[in-house]
């Protein structure tokens, strides 16, 4: 009798400690990886804020440099609008064929195919298709303040960026750091991200600004 209550008091435990575990497991937070491949699969739209930092180096010691501030809307596959507002008003705009960069200081439009644009960019990454694997190679690195990071290296030698690190909380992107060929850094903070809004059929044509010089490329 005493090896049976002996032998239920285990079973008790055991799956008290397993429900512990399953607990745990349920409530800890999934991997970047995890997280931003449930993004790209069930966010077709979204819109936000973003905060852009140039890091500077000098003498071995990183500064912040130059900032700007703008939106960004964007619909898979492959449409977006990337619009910066201070200091200086630019705006990215893909239509899901071409790559328009309009500077209004300049009052100049560059038009370029999209493809060859975004190829193994963080457009690409953050707002293309679910391909992420024919164009990067992904892996998590942990987590940091809070905030669950990982780093894509694309595939291709043509890219102008060495990695892109995505910051994932709650299955949004919060932040990304962009290190181009070059070695400089930038810092990119996303914020009041909205998933999944409608818009409208035009959104996202590009309309030439009256009296604009157009290059093509």
Avoid: C
Avoid at 47 to 68: C, D, P, Y
Avoid at 165 to 174: E, N, T
Wanted: proline fraction near 3%; hydrophobic fraction near 40%.
């Amino acid at each position: 009798m005493k090896s049976l209550n002996h032998s239920i008091r285990s079973i008790k435990i055991s799956a008290i400690a397993l429900g512990l575990i399953l607990v745990g497991m349920s409530t800890a937070q999934a991997s970047a990886i995890e997280q931003f491949k449930a993004f790209v699969t069930n966010t077709k739209t979204a819109k936000g804020e973003f905060l852009q930092v140039q890091m500077k180096s000098a003498n071995g010691v990183s500064k912040v440099g130059k900032s700007s501030t703008g939106t960004f809307k964007f619909a898979r596959p492959g449409k977006f609008i990337w619009a910066y507002l201070k200091p200086y008003e630019q705006v990215l705009q893909a239509d899901g064929d071409k790559l328009y960069l309009y500077d209004k200081d300049l009052n100049q439009v560059t038009v370029k195919s999209l493809g060859n644009a975004i190829a193994s960019s963080p457009a690409a990454i953050l707002f293309g298709s679910v391909e992420l694997d024919k164009n990067f190679e992904m892996k998590d690195v942990g987590l940091k303040q809070g905030v669950e990071w990982l780093e894509a290296t694309p595939k291709t030698k043509d890219s102008q960026f060495d990695t892109i690190a995505i910051g994932m909380k709650d299955g949004v992107p919060v932040g990304m750091e962009l290190r181009d060929s070059f070695g400089q850094l930038s810092l990119v903070t996303l914020k009041n991200f909205e998933k999944n809004p409608s818009f409208s059929a035009d959104q996202f044509k590009f309309i030439v600004p009256l009296g604009a010089e157009v290059l093509r490329q």
